[in-house]
Structures are given as C-alpha cells and as structure tokens.
C-alpha cells in the first residue's frame, strides 16, 4: 500500500520559517519522483516544487524560488520542504505527492497545476502564517 503522509505544519509569524516532512512508504525514489503543492482557501492547487528520482534535479514555482527547498533522505524515505521568509500568502494546506516523470510533473507544472502528472497524494498539512 503506498501512503505519503506529512508533517511539520503549523503557525508561524511572516518572516519566519517551517520544515515540512513526507514521509513515504510503498514507493522509493528510485522509480517516483516527489513534489509538494498548496492549496490556499477558495484557490486551486498550486504546484510548488518538484525533486527528480535520479540525479535530485529540482524545479520551482516562481512563487517559492529562493524561499523554499526541496531535499530527500533516502535513508529515511522522507522529503522535506524547507520553507523560508514565509509571508501570510504562502498560508495553505500542503500537500506531497509521488509521480513516475519527472519531466512532466515540471511541464505540468509550469504550465498549469501540476495535478494530472501525480499518481499518488498525502492528506496535506496546515501552514498559518500571521501577519
């Protein structure tokens, strides 16, 4: 059974910062690559970033580029989201989730929401971030 689950989320003052984990189990990084999306209230979902299978190739949304980063423990099965300078805009649910193209996750999301390129989706965690 494949599960994703997050954690990490919670309060936080604008300026501040949040690590969120997935921790994920039925998949590897060897076949499936991980990517974390938002959804703020009243908004569609958001694709955020994106970390490859293979050589950690990483892609960012321009809403997150040079805030957050992406990384993996392979050993832990676990990616995280380091998340930077966090503003009240960047309040939402966040989500993990596992696709097999690396590639066309980044198309996917670049050019739209990201959400048909993902196989498999955790439940979210909830980042408040005050003003």
């Known amino acids: 059974e494949v599960q994703l689950v997050e954690s990490g989320g919670g309060l936080v003052q604008s300026g501040g910062s949040l690590r969120l984990s997935c921790a994920l189990s039925g998949v590897t990084f060897d076949d499936y690559a991980i990517a974390w999306f938002r959804q703020a209230p009243g908004k569609e979902r958001e694709g955020l970033s994106c970390?490859?299978?293979?050589?950690?190739?990483?892609w960012y949304s321009d809403s997150v580029r040079g805030r957050f980063t992406i990384s993996t423990d392979n050993a832990k099965n676990t990616v995280y989201l380091q998340m930077n300078d966090l503003k009240p805009e960047d309040t939402a649910v966040y989500y993990c989730?596992?696709?097999?193209?690396?590639?066309?996750?980044?198309?996917?999301?670049?050019?739209?929401?990201?959400?048909?390129?993902?196989?498999?989706w955790g439940e979210g965690t909830l980042v408040t971030v005050s003003s």
């Open positions: 989730a596992a696709g097999r193209n690396y590639v066309k996750i980044v198309l996917s999301m670049a050019t739209g929401t990201g959400r048909g390129a993902m196989d498999y």
């Open positions: 970390i490859g299978s293979h050589d950690g190739s990483a």
